[in-house]
């Protein structure tokens, strides 16, 4: 296992601005990974943070509404940027354990955006 | 697009034996069969993963036919705290990024 820092836990904005997530991780890992969870929906993989690389996005999300950064190898952030009230979502990020299916979550970022 | 489907919703007493199915009917030689657990306002928890046939730990089993096309996750004498939403995702281990597709995950709420 792991053990995932996520800040802020919660946090709400107004829409136009900006809000930086942190994900921090006790280990050092080569991928890590950010999610979004919609009030009352499943996850949804946004993107694939490689350290030393830029992060590859799925499909529907890019880079400058979803900024990524990856510095070194146990921290990441996600940007959402310009935020309207559709992106109130719960932001995660997670780290793979032993294999890639197996992962490890953080807490999450609950946003909400008025 | 998930490669899964799944009961929307399951209901069951504490005590009960509860076993949740998942189809997977386009699942590739080389994907696994992995499970996940989320209560509200958390992340997902992984619970068990597997290949094929029985995969067995302290939480779960998993039971995988020979054709691979479904599975099932048991989850033997519930109580109230396994309330919660439980995802199927198929995917390879081996594959990054390619594997974390979750689908709708079934309901579960465990009566009194």
């Known amino acids: 296992s792991a053990v995932i820092s996520q800040k802020p836990s919660r946090d709400i904005c107004q829409r136009g601005t900006s809000l930086t997530i942190q994900c921090q991780v006790d280990s050092q890992v080569t991928m890590m990974f950010w999610y979004r969870q919609q009030p009352g929906q499943s996850l949804t993989l946004i993107a694939t943070?490689?350290?030393?690389?830029?992060?590859?996005?799925e499909s529907g999300f890019v880079i400058d509404k979803f900024p990524i950064s990856r510095p070194n190898l146990t921290f990441s952030t996600l940007t959402v940027s310009n935020m309207s009230p559709e992106d109130s979502s719960i932001y995660l990020c997670?780290?793979?354990?032993?294999?890639?299916?197996?992962?490890?979550f953080g807490p999450g970022t609950r946003l909400t955006v008025l | 697009l998930a490669k899964t489907t799944q009961p929307i919703s399951m209901d069951s007493y504490e005590g009960q034996e509860v076993n949740i199915t998942c189809s997977h009917n386009n699942i590739a030689t080389n994907d696994y069969i992995t499970w996940y657990q989320q209560f509200p306002s958390q992340g997902p928890r992984f619970i068990i993963q597997?290949?094929?046939t029985k995969v067995t730990n302290e939480v779960a089993s998993l039971f995988i036919p020979a054709d691979r096309k479904s599975s099932t996750l048991s989850l033997p004498r519930v109580s109230l705290s396994d309330t919660a939403v439980y995802y199927c995702l198929v995917g390879d281990i081996n594959q990054a990024g390619t594997a974390l597709i979750f689908g709708k995950g079934t309901t579960l709420s465990v009566s009194s």
């Open positions: 943070a490689n350290q030393g690389s830029e992060a590859t996005y």
């Open positions: 597997g290949y094929k």
């Open positions: 997670s780290v793979p354990v032993s294999s890639y299916n197996e992962q490890f």
